[in-house]
């Protein structure tokens, strides 16, 4: 697999260089610089197989050149331990859980896959790295959990003090061991400009061996474009034109989407659905895109100002916004909006979506609207509700059932360490902490 940077100042890559680096030093992303096409007969059989031979098949493709075949298995067994299904909600409406994961969100897919692709390439190496995230919430805690134990590796988590739920400051903060949680005086934006610092800083980078592990990172992005495959083949049987409803921040989950469509997935449209956050859904309306300070949400894990993977969705469609707008629509949902529709489910069907996936849920039903389509509508549930309980038991008014991963957690002891929003005292951390 060869990868490009988006700015194009810089050689190419290939897959390993692209895992560790993160982020190529003229600040770009790093972008596949062919993305396959698979065979029609593994579409036309592809309802036949199971989760992990689907997987296997679409990663084979993608990395196969680099990881041999043997390898390509043993890490999609690895990581796909739990299932994606997909549930009917109503006529025409499904949803895809990708919330089955250890941390109940599905960043497990792509952090599990990251660990283990470079404890598979560190393998070979004997050097130690540093993973340095920032988290809006659930990508902390998928990481922290991903790389728990991963000999070689430490982990530095920053996250916006009192910004993310209880139950996610606990996932972050009571693990312990090779993680570190770092409690940022600040907003998710400013940890993510803190960490793009220190990317590109000679002095951090030139004595520590620093990888990312947010959505940048390539390899998260390759193992979230298996559940789309996935999705696909369990609503083949429905006969009709599939439609992706995505609740979006960073617009990872979106662009993985939109990579499984390059390599043939016959998928009729995408919705990219946000919250007030509307950056995205702006863009593709208007055809500018303008980053504007976050604003707090329900659905925190995506509040984002300025969506990371931006110049890669439009380096998708050559930045010809005409083209991309044949393939995705962009729609954006108030609070109000979302609690009504977590409600109005729960009351109609007794399905209980957590507000991301309500996000999603609402973008689909304002697509089918407008446009009158007769299709399988799949919006992607992306945390389980009680990762977010007060809300929604608020919402619902009776509580959610609290699943065993979230039990546990609730005597841990936390531990962080606060740090103003600096990048030099992020610096100053990260070399004393050596
Ligand atoms: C991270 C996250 C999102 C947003 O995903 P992007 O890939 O950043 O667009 C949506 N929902 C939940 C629950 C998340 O944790």
Do not use: W
């Not at 197989?49 to 999609?76: H, M, N, T, Y």
């Not at 003090?161 to 409690?183: P, R």
């Not at 055809?287 to 380096?315: H, L, Q």
């Amino acid at each position: 697999m060869k990868l490009y940077s988006t700015n194009h100042q810089v050689p190419e890559v290939n897959l390993k260089e692209a895992v560790f680096k993160g982020l190529p030093d003229d600040n770009g992303l790093y972008m596949p610089e062919n993305i396959p096409t698979l065979p029609a007969s593994f579409f036309e059989n592809i309802d036949t197989l199971s989760f992990q031979d689907i997987a296997f098949e679409v990663c084979k493709a993608l990395i196969g050149d680099e990881v041999p075949e043997k390898e390509i298995r043993s890490i999609v067994d690895d990581v796909l331990t739990f299932d994606a299904p997909v549930v009917k909600v109503e006529n025409n409406i499904y949803v895809l859980e990708l919330f089955h994961g250890p941390t109940l969100a599905f960043k497990d897919f792509g952090a599990r896959f990251m660990a283990r692709l470079m404890s598979y390439f560190l393998q070979k190496e004997k050097k130690d790295i540093m993973i340095l995230v920032a988290t809006s919430g659930d990508t902390g805690s998928a990481v922290a959990q991903g790389f728990l134990d991963k000999a070689g590796i430490k982990v530095t988590i920053l996250y916006p003090s009192k910004k993310v739920s209880d139950l996610q400051e606990k996932q972050l903060t009571t693990l312990g061991k090779n993680i570190t949680a770092l409690e940022v005086l600040g907003t998710f934006d400013d940890c993510q400009r803190m960490v793009k610092q220190a990317f590109l800083d000679k002095e951090i980078t030139s004595k520590i061996n620093l990888s990312s592990a947010n959505s940048i990172n390539i390899s998260r992005l390759i193992p979230q474009s298996f559940y789309y495959f996935y999705a696909y083949a369990q609503a083949k049987k429905l006969g009709k034109k599939v439609v992706f409803s995505v609740p979006s921040g960073n617009f990872g989950n979106i662009c993985a989407g939109l990579i499984a469509k390059k390599m043939g997935l016959p998928i009729d449209m995408f919705v990219a659905s946000t919250n007030a956050n509307d950056i995205m859904p702006k863009y593709i309306n208007t055809g500018v895109f303008e980053a504007k300070p976050s604003v707090a949400t329900i659905s925190n894990a995506m509040d984002v100002g300025n969506p990371s993977n931006y110049p890669r969705v439009i380096e998708l469609y050559g930045k010809d916004i005409n083209a991309l707008r044949k393939d995705v629509v962009g729609k954006a949902y108030t609070d109000e909006e979302t609690a009504a529709a977590v409600k109005s489910v729960y009351k109609a069907t007794g399905y209980v979506m957590d507000p991301h996936g309500a996000v999603g849920y609402l973008g689909l039903k304002e697509y089918f609207e407008e446009s009158g389509k007769d299709a399988t509508g799949i919006f992607l549930a992306t945390a389980h509700p009680a990762k977010f309980i007060e809300v929604v038991n608020d919402i619902i008014e009776k509580d959610v059932e609290i699943p065993a991963q979230l039990k546990e957690l609730i005597n841990k002891k936390q531990e962080s360490i606060v740090i103003e929003n600096d990048f030099e005292k992020l610096k100053s951390f990260l070399l004393t902490a050596l």
